[in-house]
């Protein structure tokens, strides 16, 4: 009989979880492509996410699949700013609280407490220096391919 490695005060190892983020940051790509919705299905498909269940905007995708799309509807789009153009909005509730905040100040605060609820795997802080208030953000996976529009 295996022995139950909690039993001796050890735990059994945990698998790695993916980075992910909701579907809900799909939704600008998506709404950009809503004339022709066939090219986003595809660049969709050609990286792994079902177009059907983007719809839920609470769905979990993996955040590499994500940043590889992003590229490709930006390359698709012909715009290299692609990323610029989205809008706190579009990220849901998330985005939400930055832009309902008193204050810039305030509003990154609350985007940078709550991001975690949007994405896993990502780093963002605000760092003060007298009157300057400079912001960091990084992507936790080692192995994301460096991109323009995230």
Do not use: K
């Amino acid at each position: 009989m295996p022995s139950d490695p909690s039993a001796s005060g050890r735990h059994a190892p945990r698998a790695a979880i993916a980075p992910s983020l909701r579907a809900a940051a799909l939704t600008p790509i998506i709404r950009y492509f809503s004339a022709n919705p066939a090219t986003i299905s595809a660049i969709l498909q050609d990286h792994g996410v079902d177009p059907e269940i983007v719809r839920d905007t609470y769905e979990i995708i993996p955040l590499a699949a994500y940043l590889r799309i992003f590229e490709a509807a930006a390359r698709q789009a012909h715009d290299p700013v692609l990323g610029a153009r989205i809008s706190p909005a579009d990220l849901g509730p998330t985005g939400l609280l930055m832009l309902h905040s008193s204050t810039l100040r305030r509003g990154l605060e609350r985007f940078r407490d709550s991001l975690s609820a949007l994405q896993s795997a990502t780093e963002m802080h605000l760092i003060e220096d007298d009157l300057w208030l400079g912001l960091t953000y990084q992507l936790g996976p080692e192995n994301a391919e460096p991109g323009a529009q995230d």
